[in-house]
């Protein structure tokens, strides 16, 4: 018996998410009295994972997995833990998560519960603390079956160092590529991505425009955020999709979400509901978004957004 954590990378790189994951998984292994063994898909160097509790890491390299594809990962994933006897498979909560973590479930026969954001509160039964209604309240869920399948919530319990002197094994799984060829059409480069941002800088149309992205852009560089726009904005043309956040765009949960001319749909609120610290800049003080916010500035963006970057610049220069 052990605990399969699937440590997911981009380029090479883990995402942060991956070693929240990790984090999670050694602390789930201890409560079992087993050990956690994390699974690599092309990454270049695993020890990494040595870090934050990975006794085993699982290494695959293929080519076949350069792009992600649900079917074809979870297979693989699922091929892993059987081999590991895993009774207890982690991925992350990300859109790539929560597409294979159900497919995982069935390979398994497991039962499934994303969006966790606490370590067992008990193993036997099996229960789980997980986020429901759009984050707006919390469940307890029991999963009875041998196998479990845990979809951890980002940025919910944290990523902790625990330094094992851990081993690196590769893997050479027999499935191969899908017939269906996927690819990736929203990558950038030197820039941090919206899912793995600590922060992230949202604008709405109280920019008023596409010319006016500028200092949101520069705001973003000074506080080494991601740039994000309400689902209007991106409608509009003015921002691309891919920047779109919200319950029918991209979620975030980053620690720091700075909404600038954003009124506050519930849509955007939802898809934003998982930050820890919310910010809120508007001239209308009666924005629903001030009511979910934890901190607000009444206030032209045109006027406080440029004074806020000087303020940060000269901060990081002192």
Known sequence: MSVL?????????FKKTA??????????AEQLGTNVVALTINASDSSELYTYGAEKVVSVTNDAFNTFNAKQYAAVITEVAKA???????????????????????????????????VPSSTSPFTLKRKTFSNKAFSNTVISTEHKVIGVAKNSYGVHENVVAGNTETFETTIVAPGVKSE???RVTGKVTIADADIVVSAGRGLKGPENWGMIEELSEVLGAATACSKPVSDLGWRPHSEHVGQTGKP???????AIGISGAIQHLAGIN?????????????APFFKAADYGIVGDAFEVVPKLIEKLKAFKAS
Do not use: H, M, Q, R
Not at 5 to 13: I, L, P
């Open 5 to 13: 954590v699937f440590a997911d990378s981009s380029e090479g790189k």
């Open 19 to 28: 070693l929240e994951v990790v984090s999670y998984g050694k602390k789930v």
């Open 84 to 118: 590991e006897k895993a009774t207890v498979v982690v991925v992350d909560s990300s859109i790539d998560g929560l597409y294979v973590a159900p497919i995982i479930a069935v390979n398994l026969e497991a039962g499934c519960v994303s969006n966790v954001v606490d």
């Open 184 to 186: 990736k059409i929203e």
């Open 252 to 258: 975030v949960a980053a620690n720091l979400y700075i």
């Open 274 to 286: 998982a930050s820890k610290v919310k910010v809120v800049i508007n001239t209308d003080p009666e």
